[in-house]
Protein backbone atom coordinates (compact mmCIF):
# COMPACT_ATOMS: atom_id res chain seq x y z
CA UNK A 1 0.00 0.00 0.00
CA UNK A 2 1.39 3.60 -1.02
CA UNK A 3 1.36 6.12 1.48
CA UNK A 4 2.86 9.81 0.90
CA UNK A 5 1.94 11.52 4.40
CA UNK A 6 2.90 14.77 4.49
CA UNK A 7 4.01 16.81 7.98
CA UNK A 8 5.27 20.50 8.96
CA UNK A 9 2.57 22.75 8.24
CA UNK A 10 0.96 25.54 10.36
CA UNK A 11 0.78 29.02 10.97
CA UNK A 12 3.36 31.70 10.46
CA UNK A 13 3.41 35.12 9.85
CA UNK A 14 4.52 36.92 6.60
CA UNK A 15 8.27 36.62 5.72
CA UNK A 16 9.06 33.42 8.26
CA UNK A 17 9.59 30.32 6.90
CA UNK A 18 8.43 26.67 7.17
CA UNK A 19 9.75 23.39 6.42
CA UNK A 20 7.33 20.56 4.76
CA UNK A 21 8.37 16.56 4.64
CA UNK A 22 6.80 13.99 3.04
CA UNK A 23 7.65 10.40 4.05
CA UNK A 24 6.86 7.98 1.32
CA UNK A 25 6.08 4.27 1.97
CA UNK A 26 4.94 0.94 -0.62
CA UNK A 27 7.21 2.86 -3.82
CA UNK A 28 10.73 2.41 -4.94
CA UNK A 29 11.45 5.85 -4.01
CA UNK A 30 14.62 6.55 -5.65
CA UNK A 31 12.62 6.05 -9.02
CA UNK A 32 10.43 8.45 -8.40
CA UNK A 33 9.66 12.32 -9.87
CA UNK A 34 8.82 13.76 -6.57
CA UNK A 35 6.73 16.82 -6.37
CA UNK A 36 4.71 19.34 -4.10
CA UNK A 37 1.71 20.88 -5.36
CA UNK A 38 -0.57 23.25 -3.61
CA UNK A 39 -4.42 24.38 -3.55
CA UNK A 40 -5.57 27.39 -2.01
CA UNK A 41 -9.08 28.11 -1.64
CA UNK A 42 -11.01 28.95 -4.14
CA UNK A 43 -8.72 27.87 -6.39
CA UNK A 44 -6.98 24.81 -8.69
CA UNK A 45 -4.39 22.67 -7.79
CA UNK A 46 -0.88 23.94 -9.02
CA UNK A 47 2.45 22.60 -9.06
CA UNK A 48 4.84 24.21 -6.90
CA UNK A 49 8.29 22.35 -7.15
CA UNK A 50 9.69 18.82 -8.01
CA UNK A 51 12.47 16.75 -7.98
CA UNK A 52 13.49 14.13 -10.15
CA UNK A 53 15.07 11.11 -9.80
CA UNK A 54 18.50 12.49 -10.88
CA UNK A 55 17.72 15.54 -8.33
CA UNK A 56 17.29 18.01 -11.14
CA UNK A 57 14.60 20.39 -9.76
CA UNK A 58 11.93 22.81 -11.52
CA UNK A 59 9.72 25.44 -9.69
CA UNK A 60 6.84 27.41 -10.18
CA UNK A 61 7.88 30.96 -11.05
CA UNK A 62 6.00 32.32 -7.95
CA UNK A 63 8.09 30.89 -5.56
CA UNK A 64 11.39 31.11 -7.47
CA UNK A 65 14.05 31.93 -5.13
CA UNK A 66 12.14 31.23 -1.97
CA UNK A 67 11.32 27.64 -1.57
CA UNK A 68 13.93 24.31 -2.06
CA UNK A 69 12.75 21.35 -2.39
CA UNK A 70 15.00 18.42 -2.00
CA UNK A 71 14.96 14.45 -1.69
CA UNK A 72 16.37 11.73 0.83
CA UNK A 73 16.33 8.64 -1.05
CA UNK A 74 17.62 6.90 2.24
CA UNK A 75 15.23 7.95 4.04
CA UNK A 76 12.30 7.88 1.50
CA UNK A 77 11.43 11.94 1.71
CA UNK A 78 11.28 14.59 0.07
CA UNK A 79 10.95 18.11 2.24
CA UNK A 80 10.37 21.94 0.76
CA UNK A 81 12.04 24.62 2.68
CA UNK A 82 10.06 27.93 2.30
CA UNK A 83 11.64 31.11 2.96
CA UNK A 84 10.30 34.58 2.64
CA UNK A 85 6.35 33.30 2.79
CA UNK A 86 3.72 35.69 1.62
CA UNK A 87 0.27 35.80 2.35
CA UNK A 88 -0.47 34.18 -1.05
CA UNK A 89 1.43 31.08 -0.23
CA UNK A 90 -1.52 30.45 2.00
CA UNK A 91 -2.57 26.70 0.79
CA UNK A 92 -2.94 22.89 1.23
CA UNK A 93 0.23 21.64 0.24
CA UNK A 94 0.48 18.02 -1.52
CA UNK A 95 2.68 15.82 -1.90
CA UNK A 96 2.69 13.79 -5.13
CA UNK A 97 4.85 10.98 -6.54
CA UNK A 98 5.23 9.99 -10.03
CA UNK A 99 5.76 9.44 -12.81
CA UNK A 100 6.03 6.25 -12.81
CA UNK A 101 2.37 5.71 -11.29
CA UNK A 102 0.57 8.91 -9.75
CA UNK A 103 0.34 9.06 -6.22
CA UNK A 104 -1.20 11.88 -3.45
CA UNK A 105 -1.03 12.51 0.23
CA UNK A 106 -3.48 14.03 2.06
CA UNK A 107 -2.38 17.75 2.27
CA UNK A 108 -1.07 20.04 5.11
CA UNK A 109 -2.29 23.35 5.65
CA UNK A 110 0.19 26.00 5.20
CA UNK A 111 -1.40 29.64 6.74
CA UNK A 112 0.66 32.71 6.17
CA UNK A 113 -1.21 35.47 8.67
CA UNK A 114 -0.21 38.09 10.89
Known amino acids: QVQLVESGGGLVQPGGSLRLSCAASGIIFRFYVMGWYRQAPGKQRELVAF???????NYADAVKGRFTISRDNAKNTVSLQMNSLKPEDTAVYYC????????WGKGTLVTVSS
Open 51 to 57: ITSGSTT
Open 96 to 103: HAGPPSDY
